[in-house]
């Protein structure tokens, strides 16, 4: 609490002593602040609100054909795409075009371009200068050039239209009230499109939504709702020719796949077909085991043949060597080929029946008897008969294995080339399955992006169409007060506290003590009848100088610091006021020394005698007009003349300083 009160106190003392400059800052600034409140021109905003749907998924119409592309929203979020796509430098120029921003009208207050001309556009040749509009009396509309140079662009009757700067405009009639003279000014259309894009403010209205709000500030009322609904509707025709086009490119590109991919896959199914006619592979699985199959066949009849061809060459060389035909003959039952011929076994069997006749006959005839000679030609003819046949049938045999032997080596080569084949038909049916793969993919995408263009459109809703506040946004005069105040009364403490940093003038005892290192001992008052000292004070006075000089003291030396004629003041009334004290205590007690004058402005000659002597010296500083740096030189002053100061004295022109002294 006693820092609080000392807070205040201190704070109530500055506003005592620097009120005036408070109040003179507090003036200006609430003034001006003030001012500028009620004379500014009216502010005006107009607003919009757009909900952006999400565009079609890039993968095609359904999300979940997006992949992991469309997981991974590689191509952005698409409600940042269009806030980009809003504040884009596109849209800013075409805004500019449209409401003619490059071209400024000023006019008093309350007229407005569109009360002032019937029509105004803008190209992107404007340029930075400045034009005068003047009404004649005749009717007609003057136009003149003041900057960069001077020149008369023309006269022009109200309705026609006239370009110049860069911008063709048509001017209304004059009519009762209006201006005579109005100033138009042209900047760069580059500048132009850099300061709109500054103003137009675009943010999202939550987090959650897709709800974006558009506004513009500007003190003509009908040029701020053109500029937001050009934002509008430039930012709807933008979006929807970058999604159409970039629908387009994609369809044109899934196309030109497609069509390459058909080419290369007809050409790999020629490919193919011209590799199975070539190998004769149709399904590789079933001919390989019809092929395995159909060898092992022939090498089975070739080893049957190679057997069978041994066994006739081994019959006939013992048909040649053995005596007895029919035992010769009887090895030709071990193959089943001779077994399955009836003729074989008939010439077999006659042979056998012409064995047994001429073996009966032989004992009973001679050997030269007509009927054996018979009977061994008959058994010649049938060895014969026989012989002929083995021999066909050897060579048939020796055919047979050549035939199967050249089947076998054409087998073993077909073989031996037929995984060459395979993995050359696997190749080209891999090749023609991953094309066929690829162009059914490509054909699907291309109908659902040609799907996708086809639902390209502008899926901005409106939900809150361009238009201006009920009010304008500036000037509020409520508020705009309010704050003039607030910010004088800122002010004002902000001038009152550099005030009192900026004094030096010294105030306080702690001040005092801080400029010469003794301490006040003392106060006076300056009041209409000049300086006073109470009876306390001075008696203090004495006191202080008392100890000072270990004792009593003969004489008592006064110095001002800056003011000679201060010390000399002082000195009078501090004699006063002793003699008074002395004279109502009968002055026996108190024994009050001279006092001597010694000011400052003179090099203190007279406190250099008063030193020699032994004096102590009081220093006299006046409250809020000696600075810190008088009241320190002049301490250093003394210290330099030999003598010690034994306190200062503080001279106040008001008795309610007194307690800022001892604050």
Not at 36 to 54: D, M, Q
Not at 213 to 240: Q, Y
Not at 423 to 431: K, T, Y
Not at 450 to 465: C, G, H, K, M, Y
Request: include cysteine; hydrophobic fraction near 50%.
């Amino acid at each position: 609490m006693e820092r609080g009160g000392s807070f205040v106190g201190s704070w109530l003392g500055l506003v005592r002593r620097r009120w005036r400059v408070g109040l003179l800052v507090f003036v200006l600034v609430a003034g001006g602040a003030a001012a500028v409140t009620l004379l500014s021109r009216p502010i005006y905003r107009a607003e919009a609100r757009l909900r952006l749907g999400e565009p079609p998924p890039m993968g095609g119409v359904s999300p979940a054909t997006g992949g992991l592309f469309a997981l991974m929203r590689m191509g952005g979020d698409p409600f940042a795409n269009d806030l980009e796509l809003m504040s884009s430098r596109s849209v800013a120029e075409a805004v500019v075009l449209d409401a003619a921003l490059a071209v400024q009208v000023d006019a008093p207050r309350g007229w407005h371009r569109d009360s002032l001309l019937s029509s105004l556009s803008a190209t992107r040749e404007t340029g930075r200068a400045r034009f005068d509009v003047e009404w004649l009396a005749d009717g007609r509309v003057r136009v003149r050039r003041t900057a960069p140079t001077d020149s008369l662009v023309g006269d022009v009757a109200p309705g026609d239209t006239l370009s110049f700067g860069g911008m063709s405009v048509a001017f209304r009639p004059w009519r009762e009230g209006m201006p005579r003279r109005v100033r138009i000014r042209t900047l760069p259309f580059g500048e132009a499109v850099r300061r709109t894009r500054g103003k137009v403010a675009i943010a999202r209205a939550r987090r959650e939504a897709n709800v974006v709000d558009i506004s513009f500030n500007h003190w003509d009322p009908g040029l701020t709702r053109a500029v937001v609904a050009a934002v509008v509707d430039r930012f709807v025709e933008l979006r929807l020719a970058v999604h159409r086009r970039e629908s387009g490119e994609t369809v044109d590109s899934l196309r030109r796949v497609a069509l390459s991919t058909e080419r290369e896959l007809a050409e790999a199914e020629e490919a193919l077909e011209a590799l199975q006619r070539r190998a004769r592979l149709i399904a590789p699985d079933v001919q390989g085991e019809a092929f395995i199959e159909r060898y092992s066949e022939v090498a089975a009849e070739l080893e049957v043949t190679r057997v069978e061809r041994a066994g006739i060459a081994e019959l006939l060389e013992n048909v040649a060597t053995a005596r007895d035909p029919m035992q010769a003959w009887a090895g030709l039952a071990a193959f089943p080929r001779f077994l399955e011929n009836p003729t074989v076994g008939e010439l077999l069997g006659r042979l056998a029946a012409l064995q047994t006749q001429r073996a009966d006959l032989a004992w009973r005839r001679a050997a030269e008897s007509r009927a054996l000679a018979v009977l061994d030609e008959q058994i010649e003819s049938i060895d014969a008969s026989l012989r002929a046949l083995a021999e066909a049938y050897a060579s048939a045999l020796e055919r047979a294995e050549r035939e199967l032997s050249a089947r076998i080596a054409e087998m073993d080569a077909e073989l031996l080339g037929m995984p060459r084949e395979l993995i050359e038909l696997a190749r080209r049916q891999r090749q023609i399955r991953i094309l066929s793969e690829i162009l059914v993919l490509t054909e699907q995408r291309l109908r659902q992006e040609e799907l996708r263009q086809a639902l390209t459109f502008s899926n901005v809703q409106v939900i809150d169409p361009p238009a201006l506040r009920y009010r304008p946004v500036w000037p509020r005069p409520k508020l705009g007060l309010a704050i003039a105040v607030l910010l004088g009364c800122a002010f004002a403490a902000l001038g009152m506290v550099i005030g009192e940093r900026a004094d030096r003038g010294l105030r306080s005892a702690r001040q005092v003590r801080d400029a010469t290192g003794v301490p006040v001992v003392a106060v006076a008052l300056a009041g209409p009848g000049g300086l006073t000292f109470a009876a306390e004070e001075a008696l203090a006075v004495l006191a202080a100088a008392r100890a000072a000089a270990g004792g009593s003291v003969t004489a008592l030396t006064l110095a001002a610091a800056d003011e000679a004629e201060l010390a000399m003041e002082a000195a009078r009334a501090l004699s006063a006021a002793l003699a008074a004290e002395e004279a109502a205590r009968r002055g026996a007690e108190l024994g009050a020394p001279p006092v001597r004058t010694a000011p400052v402005m003179d090099r203190f000659s007279g406190a250099v005698a008063a030193v020699a002597e032994g004096a102590p010296v009081m220093l006299v500083v006046r409250h809020g007009r000696t600075t810190r740096d008088a009241a320190t030189r002049a301490a250093a002053l003394l210290r330099e003349a030999g003598g010690a100061l034994a306190g200062a004295v503080m001279v106040c022109p008001r008795a309610r300083d007194v307690g800022e002294v001892w604050s």
